[in-house]
């Protein structure tokens, strides 16, 4: 029986059956996805991981892998995977390997959080190139396994660039290690590239190995009200042109940071002003071994359509700036179930895209409530509706459909960073050309024959995944 033989290799502790434990892995951390779990398995080793991808795949039990459970396109959890599905928890995967100065390296269990792996390098006198808000439950693997991006993307690039080395348990349990560190070894196909943004479709990953980054001496924050976005993206431009400091440009409207404001009970930014809702604003980070206040300063004085800003050069004014910003997610998450997007468009047609957003929102829902931010260097946009009906999944569909159809349009991305999970499954088209999504499901047929890992996520579920 499989949960025998589960418990066989893991003990009983480590393999969760009572519904009110499971219930937690079971629904993801907007509460819009929820399955059943047949078990959720917590194994500590890889070879415990190799185990259990032995046993599901003998039983033919799909196999559901989860980090931290803060995934936003519901990969994470069983949702609608009829034949049932083991949860694999890689949250007990927690070995930090030392620091190695000399490759410039860390390695670490895929169920490190980010904020583990990055306070432990930082004690070494380094940081890890990626950072978001849920860096407190997000775990190296989670982040690999969705190729995370984040606030620090302009300088670092996404997860893939700061992943120098992956360890991954194939579904028939086969390790691959791939950790020599070598920054030059090009010996064939680039495995850890391959299983880096694959979602947990392609294998388990049991260890990351991530690049050092240095710990700038001097760092400034500052949040800025512009007049409409096209000016906005005019100083992103002018910033990249003139600004070498410039280490992360956000994007937020008046509407969000109001809402923050009510949800933590704080203070709105510019003392003594308000600006309505559709204003924009810029928070930006320069970062070097000199104080780049001056930089960031004669920059924005020349440029156009800046109504006002504020400026935060200590760790705890900085830290209140981002507030406005990292608190998005919580925030619209607590008015309700919002349906969430995150789409990427040539920053160049940011301007015209918005406009249209609001514009499809008021005529296919106009009860509902827009809310928009997002990642401004990288012209990443994140898309939230709250106010929508929840039974009404054909109406949250069409607006899925509008609006993913209408960034793919502007040669945009459905899935900028968060992914594809279950929720964009149905779009995946619309950014992958048949002759991409062909050579995407033959990598998938080939390493995951029988379909268990993961089914429903990214490729359409076949084999014993099959509904
Ligand atoms: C407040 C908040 C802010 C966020 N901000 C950002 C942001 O700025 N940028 C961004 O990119 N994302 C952001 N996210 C999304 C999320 O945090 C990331 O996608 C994160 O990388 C997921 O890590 P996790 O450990 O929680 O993975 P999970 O949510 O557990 O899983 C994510 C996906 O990876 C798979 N997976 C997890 N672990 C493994 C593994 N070890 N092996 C194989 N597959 C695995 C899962 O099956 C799932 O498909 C945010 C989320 C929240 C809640």
């Known amino acids: 029986m499989l949960i025998t033989d589960l418990v066989d290799v893991l003990g009983a502790a480590h393999v969760l059956t009572d519904p009110d434990i499971t219930v937690s892995y079971e629904t993801d951390w907007t509460g819009a996805f929820q399955g059943r779990a047949a078990a959720v398995v917590r194994p500590e080793t890889t070879e415990q991981v190799a185990a259990v991808l032995r046993i599901c795949g003998r039983h033919s039990m799909p196999v559901v892998p989860q980090g931290g459970n ?18 694999l928890s890689l949250r007990r995967l927690t070995s930090i390997e030392p620091v190695d100065a000399a490759a410039g390296l860390v390695t670490a269990g895929a169920g490190v959080t980010l904020a583990d792996v990055q306070a432990h390098v930082r004690a070494a006198g380094y940081g890890i190139g990626v950072d978001f808000a ?3 439950s997000a775990t190296v693997g989670g982040i690999a396994a969705s190729n995370a991006g984040g606030e620090r993307v302009l300088r670092h690039g996404m997860t893939r660039g ?8 194939l579904a028939d349990g086969a390790v691959v290690r791939r950790l020599s560190g070598l920054p030059k070894d090009n010996v064939g196909y680039d495995l850890p590239s391959l299983f880096v943004g694959s979602e947990g479709t392609l294998g388990i990953i049991t260890r990351v190995q991530l690049r050092l980054v240095g710990l700038p001496a001097a760092r400034t924050t500052a949040l800025l009200a512009m007049a409409d976005l096209p000016a906005a993206v005019d100083l992103v431009a002018l910033l990249r042109a003139t600004v070498a400091s410039l280490d992360a440009v956000e994007l937020v409207f008046g509407g969000g940071v109001d809402l923050v404001c009510a949800h933590q009970g704080r203070l709105a930014p510019f003392p003594g002003r308000s600006f309505p809702p559709d204003t924009p604003y810029l928070l930006m980070e320069c970062v070097g071994s000199t104080d780049p206040t001056g930089d960031l300063a004669a920059a924005v004085e020349t440029a156009t ?8 050069t200590t760790a705890t004014d900085r830290e209140r700036l981002w507030t406005y910003r990292e608190g998005h997610t919580a925030a619209v998450n607590a008015v309700g179930v919002p349906l969430k997007l995150d789409v990427a468009v040539p920053l160049a047609r940011m301007s015209a895209f918005v406009d249209d957003l609001r514009g499809l929102v008021r005529a296919m829902a106009p009860s509902a409530r827009l809310h928009l931010w997002g990642h401004l260097a990288e012209a990443n946009l994140h898309v939230n509706v709250t106010g929508l009906d929840r039974d009404d999944a054909r109406g949250r569909e069409g607006l899925t459909e509008a609006i993913l159809a209408r960034a793919a349009a502007d040669g945009g991305s459905i899935g900028a960073e968060h992914g594809v999970g279950r929720a964009k499954m149905a779009w995946v088209g619309l950014s992958r050309s048949p002759a991409e999504l062909a050579v995407i499901a033959a990598m998938k047929h080939a390493l995951d024959p029988a379909g268990l890992l993961n089914p429903g996520v990214l ?5 014993h995944g099959k509904p």
Do not use: F, H, I
Request: aromatic fraction near 2%.
């Open 162 to 169: 700061q992943v120098a080395g992956l360890e991954v348990v």
């Open 305 to 312: 359509g800046v109504l006002d800003a504020v400026v935060a």
């Open 134 to 136: 849920a860096r407190d």
């Open 459 to 463: 490729v359409p579920p076949y084999g």
């Open 70 to 87: 803060t995934g936003l396109v519901g990969g994470s959890v069983p949702a609608g995977v009829a034949a049932g599905a083991v949860v």
